[in-house]
């Protein structure tokens, strides 16, 4: 299955619960049937574009240009699918991200400039923190078995909201709570919640 079939397979899912208002997404899904689709659908969207053929001459202009960061607007391109079977129409801006150029796309019904485009895409990127977070809760086990290491991931995560909603509540009390907390933070800082899970997942390896 392809990433545009993926990308459609979960919007359809998605728009059974709710209507998205905004989109965010990296060069990856940005394919031209993506962001066609959108279109078609009215779904607003700001998403990053490989830097393709049809826009390496106008990142390239950019580029030359010394102050091209101060004279960035959007321009409507036509861009063609690797079958030049497919195209759609999109504003298209460049931005400089770890001295690289990329590509900047939006959706059409969008009227906004390219500074504004910028504040609403590095809004994907507290998705993304998340996303990373996953990884403390991982499963560290030999086991194959998904049903076992979705359990493992799951038991791990449900620990942790506990935790958290135990500091939570603690810190709600009175003063005297939080100096039993902090001093109980000091002296098992090196102590986790993750003990028990770690014992599971050695059980399991």
């Known amino acids: 299955m392809s990433t545009t079939d993926l990308f459609w397979d979960l919007f359809t899912r998605i728009e059974f619960i709710l209507q998205p208002k905004l989109l965010l997404f990296d060069g990856e899904f940005a394919t031209v049937q993506i962001l066609d689709g959108l279109q078609r659908k009215g779904v607003p969207f700001v998403a990053r574009k490989n830097i393709t053929k049809r826009l390496r001459p106008l990142a390239l202009a950019y580029s030359l240009t010394d102050n091209w960061e101060d004279l960035r607007t959007f321009r409507a391109i036509t861009l063609l699918d690797k079958t030049k079977t497919h195209e759609t129409i999109v504003p298209v801006t460049f931005q400089r991200v770890q001295g690289e150029m990329k590509a900047?796309?939006?959706?059409?019904?969008l009227s906004i400039t390219p500074a504004e485009a910028d504040r609403l895409y590095k809004?994907?990127?507290?998705?993304?923190t998340g996303y990373r977070d996953k990884h403390p809760f991982q499963a560290r086990t030999c086991s194959k078995h998904m049903s076992?290491?979705?359990?493992?991931?799951?038991?791990?995560i449900m620990e942790w909201n506990l935790w958290q909603l135990f500091l939570l509540l603690a810190n709600r009390g009175q003063t005297t709570s939080r100096d039993r907390l902090t001093m109980w933070r000091r002296q098992l800082r090196t102590i986790k919640l993750f003990l028990l899970r770690d014992e599971l997942l050695c059980a399991f390896g």
């Open 148 to 156: 076992v290491r979705l359990l493992l991931y799951l038991f791990a």
């Open 104 to 109: 900047l796309v939006i959706s059409p019904v």
């Open 123 to 128: 809004k994907r990127f507290g998705i993304e």
